[in-house]
């Protein structure tokens, strides 16, 4: 709720162009509602198995990218 609450008030408040969601929960399903309603650029990261049909399907699968397909290029 608080992830929530701070990207919308910040969204609101014209702080960010874009806002990019490390996650594939479709518990942000709202999250990606509000922010398309504020006319907000999103991208959401995730893992292919773990990313929700549903999120996928909010967010438009042109704005989802997955974390699997860049491990590779991931330096520790």
Known sequence: IFIYKDIVELAEEDSYDKAILLSGDSDFLDVVR????????????????SISRALIDE????????IDEILDEIKY
């Open 34 to 49: 509000k922010l398309k309603e504020l006319k907000k650029d999103i991208e959401i990261w995730s893992f292919k198995k």
């Open 59 to 66: 967010a438009g699968s042109e704005n989802v990218y997955y």
